[in-house]
């Protein structure tokens, strides 16, 4: 062999080496790395949640929106306010759902789709407060196909936060 094709084997054979390396790295977690986004989390804040990661698995764009609700539960000994409630992108709506079944929201994603409320709501000690998550698979058009992560910021007066994270694998 010339050193032309010895040359060019080196170079697809680290091009070969690099694109598994890559695609390695860019697996979806495991199951035991999911597992670990479940448990609580405090985050400098006594609202804890057992659930903070949910993934819907595949879902269609034409069976349109899916929604997943969180528990979010006061550990401390005082009442405490939330008054943020924010999405990480304009697909995604958060609502607080309160014990009667009504809704307040939705809660967006600051600096678009217009002005995100505030949510001023207080979880009493010992209390809970649930939080639903509403994905549009539609909202980004046939660019929305493929894997998506979404997050939720739940933040109280002292600025402890809780995230919340949703995965969806989209189809048309």
Not at 10 to 34: C, F, N, R
Not at 79 to 102: E, F, R
Not at 129 to 154: C, K, M, Q, T
Request: proline letters at 5%; hydrophobic letters at 35%.
């Amino acid at each position: 062999m010339d050193k032309k094709t010895i040359i060019s084997l080196i170079v697809i054979v680290i091009g070969i080496t690099g694109l598994v390396w890559w695609s390695k790295t860019a697996e979806p977690e495991t199951t035991a790395d999911a597992s670990s986004k479940s448990h609580p989390a405090r985050n400098g804040s006594a609202l804890v949640s057992d659930e903070l990661f949910y993934d819907f698995g595949k879902i269609s764009m034409k069976d349109g929106k899916v929604s997943k609700v969180f528990k979010v539960t006061n550990t401390g000994t005082e009442d405490i306010n939330v008054p943020s409630l924010s999405t990480s992108c304009m697909c995604t709506n958060a609502y607080i759902v309160k014990a009667d079944g009504t809704k307040k929201g939705p809660f967006g994603m600051p600096g678009h789709s217009g002005f995100v409320p505030k949510a001023n709501e207080v979880v009493k000690s010992g209390g809970t407060l649930d939080i639903e998550i509403v994905y549009d698979p539609n909202a980004h058009g046939p660019a929305g196909v493929g894997s998506i992560d979404r997050f939720v910021y739940l933040e109280d007066s002292d600025g402890g936060k809780l995230q919340f994270e949703i995965r969806a694998n989209v189809t048309p």
